[in-house]
């Protein structure tokens, strides 16, 4: 079943723009990655689709309903939850305080501290402990485990891997892919493409606000997304 559609979506900032005719769908259970250089839209595309930017024109389809128009929050009570780029913590509040206030608008679902614990079993350990002194590891699965206990549908994630130890990020997805497994569709924005090729069911390449590439990563190859990335023909 088709969770998420975007429609010829076009936003930026005042006169600028950061995405141009951007349409893509998203099925249960599926794993999207977008890649591309720094500046190329992608966290722009994740916050409309997260109604924390409003588009220019083009509309978001989330279950058959018009959510282009509803904010951030409304979205978020229907099943989209957005796991900004940077973690945004309660930096005051130890990381179970942190994931309960996830719950805020809290669905009926499967997630609660106990299957997030599950699921994020390097959280164990530090439940108590507060946000502000962990590593960015540590932060990054708490803010993952946040938007889980909100019982999303879709999981939007920003450069999941950013500024982390390579054991870290492979701790990280093999949790990303047990939560897919649960039929939360995954939309992800990453950096590293030999990681986005191993998990991604379907890679979409941008560059300055356009899709200049998609598909499988059996489609596709290395070289094909690194030349996207960069703008070579
Ligand atoms: P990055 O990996 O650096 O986050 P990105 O692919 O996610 O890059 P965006 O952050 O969406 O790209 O940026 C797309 C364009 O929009 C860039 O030209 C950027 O300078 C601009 N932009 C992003 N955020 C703002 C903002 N708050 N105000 C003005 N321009 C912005």
């Known amino acids: 079943m088709t969770l998420l559609e975007a429609r010829s979506l076009v936003a930026g900032y005042g006169d600028s723009r950061a995405i141009s005719d951007i ?3 998203l099925d249960e259970g599926e794993l999207v990655a977008f890649v591309g250089a720094n500046g190329a839209g992608k966290s722009t595309l994740l916050r409309v ?3 924390a930017h409003s588009p220019t024109s083009g509309s ?3 279950k058959d309903q018009d959510v282009t128009r509803l904010r951030d929050f409304a979205r978020n009570r229907l099943g989209i939850s957005l796991v900004p780029e940077g973690r945004r913590l309660f930096a005051s509040l130890t990381v179970r305080e942190n994931l309960i206030v996830g719950a805020g608008s809290r669905r009926s679902g499967p997630w609660n501290v106990e299957t997030v614990l599950d699921a994020l079993p390097m ?8 946000a502000s002194r962990l590593s960015g590891g540590q932060q990054q699965a708490v803010a993952i485990g946040r938007s889980l206990m909100s019982n999303p ?14 054991i870290v990020i492979d701790e990280l997805y093999v949790s990303l892919e047990g939560v897919r497994k649960t039929g939360l569709g995954i939309i992800l924005v990453e950096q ?11 890679i979409i390449c941008m560059l300055e606000g356009h899709v200049v590439l998609e598909g499988t990563p059996g489609q596709l190859t290395h070289e094909q997304i690194t030349d996207a990335y960069f703008g070579h023909s």
Not at 123 to 130: A, E, Q, S, V
Not at 153 to 166: F, I, K, R, Y
Not at 194 to 202: E, G, Q
């Open 23 to 25: 349409s893509l769908s």
């Open 49 to 51: 689709l997260a109604g």
């Open 60 to 62: 978001v389809i989330y």
């Open 123 to 130: 959280l164990g350990p530090i439940l108590n402990r507060n």
């Open 153 to 166: 549908e879709v999981l939007l994630l920003d450069e999941v891997s950013l500024g982390l130890a390579p």
């Open 192 to 202: 590293d493409l030999s990681r986005t090729i191993a998990v991604a069911d379907r």
